[in-house]
């Protein structure tokens, strides 16, 4: 099975409580594709400029990445991010930001890259991801993620590729945005009602919640006593989420449950570190032995109790 | 088995965007006493003036309820709150606050209070927590919530009052300022480390986490689409998790886990309308029916994923 993701590859400097990098590897398409790689092999669709180096190159093309469709723009720079988080990490303070090759970014996708089973269009300009999603049409699972500026600016076109997608992964914040609807389950079934059979509300600290035509799963975050940088961790998620879905033939509520839990167990290794540091170092039964770990986190015994009296 | 509550008894008058009411029957023991009567016999404690009648203590006493030690205070005025909510639910905007007898309320347990097995110091000043504590020296099973406004301004009887207690229960924002820990786990354990063998922090809509010397459990609020009042929710949620433990002999984590379960549940029938309406009502088949419901919602397969390649 092969996915595709079109995002943004960027240069992120971070300060956090914690610590602080300048130009680390970032982006929503790199933070994917390291995760979904455990799982799937994986195209990589972004713009990269002349201060892109083999340094992050090497990082980005690991086994089972595919970074053939990394476009170089001469003369151009690498979007660049810099934040930083307080003691509440589930908020980003953006201090600068360089769009750089991103801002006139056209995706061009390679015979390969259009040829995918499974798509994941991260968050960029809903034209774009539209003109992505027509391009990959034989993929049969395609799942977006967006952001508060296109609700607010290009919502009508949001709208339209929502229609065509099978799943949509957003902040809670922003599924209340998008609907005008502040209880959740609305908010989703909103979206459902749209189209897409399943929707992910992305909760930070709190986990996750997958609302679908047939039911309602929810997990904690992974419990982890130190969280250096949280950048990333939405698009680590996805990566777990996509990659668990793309590694099977087919699609049920037990497969959508077991990706939540692998995007899950992925996002909680990406914010132990900073940038892509944990995730680019990860291993495999890593992975499952803290699947199994949450998975006895959230369990508990059918016995029931008597009524009294 | 049997549990004393002390807490208050209370008046709320309050109004959400979904509609309002005036002087419903309230208060923290109230909403406790109600929620663990499923389960067993529960003796409240707290003060009520001239102004509260007939009505309101029939819906107080019903089975499994003993108010002899609900203590008429001549020519006082029974608590009284007024607030508002807006969309955001988690939020409760005080308009008006009547503390009346609450205000120079002494705790004054009868013979058959003192004897309980299970205490649960409901939200009141940690001097007075402190008082009843003691008195209540047979007690297997202590636990306390408490506020913000006590941490503030008696920091040192509330930690004095949480060293003598089995089981601390507070707002995740809470334990946080409580500590002055931001990570959640960490301000977990620092409690932990104070004497209590297990804290629940109290998540709101994403429901609630327990933290013991063996390990973390975590569930999800359980999903309403339609929530009219969140007011009492979290003794509500108390009156479950404590009456779960008082209806067994003996405590481990595997109870702990079922009382959080059906802690969840009652606080999501409390907030399905206003006050004590929907729990006054409720059957012990409902409760086990959306405990069963819970616990399909949270689980996920054991099928490990192979690694790629």
Same mark, same amino acid.
């Given at each position: 099975m092969s996915i595709t993701v079109v995002g943004s590859i960027a240069y992120d400097s971070v300060k956090t409580p914690f610590g602080e990098r300048e130009r680390m590897l970032g982006?929503?398409?790199v933070?994917?594709?390291?995760?979904?790689?455990?799982?799937?092999d994986v195209h990589v669709v972004g713009p990269v400029g002349d201060d892109w180096t083999e340094t992050e190159m090497a990082t980005l093309a690991r086994?089972?990445?595919?970074?053939?469709?990394?476009?170089?723009?001469?003369?151009g720079k690498t979007f660049f991010w810099r934040g930083?988080?307080?003691?509440?990490?589930?908020?980003?303070?953006?201090?600068?930001t360089q769009l750089g090759v991103f801002a006139d970014f056209q995706p061009k996708l390679s015979d390969a890259s259009r040829a995918c089973e499974v798509l994941f269009l991260a968050n960029i300009q809903p034209?774009? /991801?539209? /003109?992505?999603?027509? /391009?990959?049409?034989?993929?049969?699972?395609?799942?977006l993620d967006s952001m508060n500026l296109w609700i607010d600016t290009a919502r009508d076109a949001l709208l339209r590729v929502i229609e065509t997608v099978d799943c949509v992964l957003l902040n809670d914040t922003e599924l209340?945005?998008?609907?005008?609807?502040?209880?959740?389950? #609305?908010?989703? #079934?909103?979206?459902?009602?749209?189209?897409p059979g399943s929707v992910v509300a992305k909760q930070g600290e709190y986990g996750a919640t997958l609302i679908t035509r047939a039911g309602f799963f929810s997990l904690p975050a992974y419990p982890l006593e130190s969280v250096l940088d949280p950048t990333g961790a939405g698009d680590t998620f996805a990566g777990g989420f996509i990659g668990t879905i793309a590694a099977h033939d087919t699609l049920d509520e037990e497969i959508l449950r077991s990706a939540m839990a692998h995007g899950t167990t992925l996002?909680?290794?990406?914010?132990?570190?900073f940038g892509t540091e944990r995730v680019s170092r990860l291993q495999h039964p890593e992975i499952e032995d803290r699947v199994n770990e949450l998975r006895e986190m959230? #369990?508990?015994s059918g016995r029931p109790l008597p009524a009294r009296g």
């Open positions: 982006g929503t398409a933070h994917f594709s390291l995760a979904s790689s455990f799982f799937a086994p089972g990445v595919n970074a053939d469709d990394v476009e170089h723009v001469p003369g930083h988080y307080d003691y509440d990490l589930n908020t980003a303070h953006t201090d600068d034209e774009l /991801q539209l /003109q992505v999603r027509e /391009q990959c049409d034989r993929a049969r699972f395609v799942a209340r945005m998008l609907t005008g609807e502040p209880n959740l389950v #609305r908010a989703a #079934r909103t979206v459902i009602g749209w189209g996002a909680s290794f990406n914010v132990e570190e959230t #369990r508990f």
